[in-house]
């Protein structure tokens, strides 16, 4: 639905919705206790958060039954009137095994980097350093602003750029600060926000890019499973699991191995960004379909 030359700037404030979720969370989470106090939070209090969640659903529910569809897949139904219509995974995967293997793996190292780095480093410096849980917390809520903030700003310069240029120096920038970032934290706040930061600035510009440029591999009949399909089998596989990895070789001193772990991840996305077609100055329109 993005106008010419600004898909990436569009597609960056999900991230930045999904960061103001989190910021909601760490607020209720903070403040709750607060206001009901310990015990009323742990018999009902604990709730709340989840009420809130189900309101944001409803609303999500009604904006997706009354929004208008793309130009482009009003062509595109229009076009196969009467067709009978395969299963869009199976065309996915039968016609595009390619673009897919290339989304799926191409999510990988961005993935682990915001969940390690933006979700989880609290915790990794907790339990590393010693640092108390709820300070390195707060510190956490800092990066995560930022992060928002510099979402539509890396996405506004990949339209400008080209998606390709961006993705790779945010790529080589994650695997640059990945080291520095697990093997030097200590329980001095100002190094620990210093550190997290000098990791979150390379993801945040993977995560405002990223899926304009899966979107980019796929024409319009296939698009939404092409973005949606591989990015999640991939945000689960190293993203989900990100946080047991980290705390299983955090907990015994092994964080040199959890590196290189995300080192291998970041150095798979490098690879897989550079066979990716550049097309941020392409119709979506004219991304080829399969023979």
Do not use: C
């Not at 955090?250 to 550049?278: C, F, H, K």
């Amino acid at each position: 639905m993005a106008p010419p030359g600004k898909r990436a700037f569009y597609n960056a404030f999900g991230y930045v919705a999904s960061s103001l979720s989190v910021l909601l969370a760490v607020g209720l989470t903070a403040t709750l206790p607060m206001i009901l106090g310990e015990a009323a939070m742990s018999t009902w209090g604990w709730r709340i958060p989840f009420i809130i969640g189900a309101l944001f659903t409803v609303y999500a529910i009604v904006m997706r039954r009354t929004m208008t569809e793309t130009a482009q897949f009003a062509e595109t139904k229009q076009s196969h009137a009467g067709a009978r219509r395969r299963s869009s995974t199976r065309i996915l995967l039968t016609k595009y095994p390619k673009q897919t293997l290339l989304a799926f793996f191409f999510v990988g190292g961005g993935t682990f980097s915001y969940y390690i780095f933006v979700l989880q480093y609290s915790t990794f410096a907790h339990m590393v350093t010693g640092i108390k849980l709820s300070q390195a917390q707060l510190l956490t809520t800092v990066v995560i602003v930022v992060f928002a903030i510099l979402q539509p700003l890396f996405g506004s310069l990949a339209d400008r750029l080209g998606r390709k240029r961006v993705l790779l120096a945010s790529a080589i920038g994650m695997l640059v600060t990945l080291w520095p970032g697990l093997l030097l934290v200590t329980g001095n706040p100002a190094v620990i926000i210093g550190l997290q930061l000098l990791a979150t600035i390379p993801a945040a510009a993977a995560a405002s890019v990223g899926n304009a440029a899966i979107a980019e591999l796929f024409p319009t009949d296939v698009r939404a499973v092409g973005v949606g399909f591989p990015y999640a089998v991939s945000v689960a596989l190293f993203g989900g699991t990100a946080p047991y990895v980290m705390a299983f070789f955090a907990g015994r001193d092994q964080v040199s191995v959890l590196a290189l772990y995300g080192t291998l991840l970041i150095a798979i996305t490098i690879v897989t960004t550079l066979l990716m077609p550049e097309r941020s100055r392409t119709s979506l329109s004219s991304v080829p379909e399969a023979s």
